[in-house]
């Protein structure tokens, strides 16, 4: 594979003074089962890893909750000391608990000590970009995340944090967290079948700022519908990279973080996401989400 970061499908996207290639990586699912404990091949996760690099991806999302630390520490062995043109971005706002669940962990002093730990796991003095995670596992629930946006502001301060986004938000959220300071990315869940978001999207691509939908594959429920199984035989593809090439067409702002433990699916992804939809196939796919 001769991809690079200006070949790559969907070009690249400014994160603030960033620049990342449109088409990312998300490395929750190099966990262990549940995104719990070190994967069961650790050889082939720190190989994914590399092979990311190598295909010039430069954008890669983790959290320190993922194992916990198990993604962070991946990252790190395989890659540290990073190339200049990538970007690790992280999360905070959950923990987890011994049955693999997600509690919340958004008070000033969980955030600081959540920081520091991303910071000591991935082994770097400033973050690239944090998410701040709202909501629950059900998805964002409403509320003021003032207390909790405004202690990471107060660390960006510090030097720690470059940019700033929210994550599992409610479009209320977002308008609040960016009344307190500027962010350069919402990460909700979004794909073909899942469109909640819509509006927020092209609110947000009209202010420049990315849109990095989680689950774009489906997440552990992969997409399936006859429509996307119909374009993707029509178009001698498949369902994956149809759903890939949807998402990069769907909105400029839109990043791509899907995951895979496997060398050969991201390489089917990268391949895949550059397939060009027609209005036809836009339309066909268009009815799957609504
Ligand atoms: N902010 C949040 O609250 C939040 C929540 C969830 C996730 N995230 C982020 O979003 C990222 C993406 O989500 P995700 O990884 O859970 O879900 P996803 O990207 O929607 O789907 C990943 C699944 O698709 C499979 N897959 C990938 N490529 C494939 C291919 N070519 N053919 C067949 N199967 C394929 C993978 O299996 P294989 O390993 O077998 O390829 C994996 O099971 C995560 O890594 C994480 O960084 C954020």
Redesign the pocket.
């Known amino acids: 594979m001769s991809a690079n970061s200006s070949t790559l499908p969907g070009g690249t996207w400014s994160l603030g003074d960033l620049t990342v290639t449109r088409f990312g990586y998300?490395?929750?699912?190099l966990a262990g089962p549940g995104v719990m404990g070190p994967p069961a091949d650790r050889d082939g996760a720190l190989a994914v890893l590399r092979e990311v690099v190598d295909l010039g991806i430069t954008h890669i999302?983790?959290?320190d909750a993922y194992g916990p630390r198990v993604t962070n520490e991946l990252i790190r062995e395989a890659l540290h000391p990073y190339p200049g043109s990538l970007h690790v971005v992280t999360?905070v706002g959950a923990t987890r608990d011994e049955h693999g669940g997600w509690p919340p962990a958004r008070r000033p002093d969980q955030l600081r000590r959540a920081i520091d730990e991303n910071l000591e796991s991935l082994g770097v003095s400033e973050l690239d970009l944090v998410?701040l995670?709202l909501g629950d596992a059900a998805g964002p629930q409403p509320g003021s995340l003032a207390e909790a946006f405004e202690a990471l502001v107060d660390l960006q301060k510090q030097g720690l944090i470059r940019h700033l986004g929210v994550?599992?938000a409610t479009a209320d959220q977002v308008a609040e967290a960016q009344s307190i300071a500027p962010i350069v990315s919402v990460?909700n869940?979004y794909?073909l079948a899942y469109r909640q978001d819509d509006e927020l999207i092209d609110r947000l691509a009209a202010e420049n700022i990315a849109y990095v939908p989680?689950?774009?594959?489906?997440?552990?429920t992969?997409l399936q519908s006859d429509a996307l199984s119909s374009v993707a035989d029509r178009l001698g593809s498949?369902p994956?990279?149809v759903a890939l090439a949807w998402l990069l067409q769907r909105s400029p702002n839109i990043l791509l973080?899907?995951?895979?433990?496997?060398v050969a699916?991201l390489r089917?992804?990268v391949a895949?996401a550059g397939l060009s939809l027609s209005e036809e196939d836009l339309a066909e796919l268009d009815r799957i989400g609504r």
């Open positions: 998300g490395a929750m699912q999302d983790t959290a999360k998410h995670r994550s599992n990460q869940m794909n989680f689950f774009p594959l489906g997440g552990f992969p498949t994956m990279s973080i899907p995951g895979t433990s496997s699916h089917e992804n895949g």
